[in-house]
């Protein structure tokens, strides 16, 4: 959670600063950070349409999740 925020700050250098991506459309919870990290790497390897369906089949109306998982 601390990680999104750092991001939606623009603290973070990089995609979400650069290009004003601040929106959590989607996430994943993992059980340790070696398999986030294998999910995450695997993800960016994929074309972006999957990606877009991959969002669109849990948040279809791309809303801003942040405030779900701050509860």
Known sequence: MGRVWQHKQNIVEGFTKRYSAHDLVWFE??????????RETAIK?????????LIEKSNPYWRDLYSEICR
């Open 29 to 38: 919870l993992h059980d340790s950070m070696e398999s986030a990290i294998t």
């Open 45 to 53: 390897a994929w074309k972006r349409a999957w990606k877009i369906e």
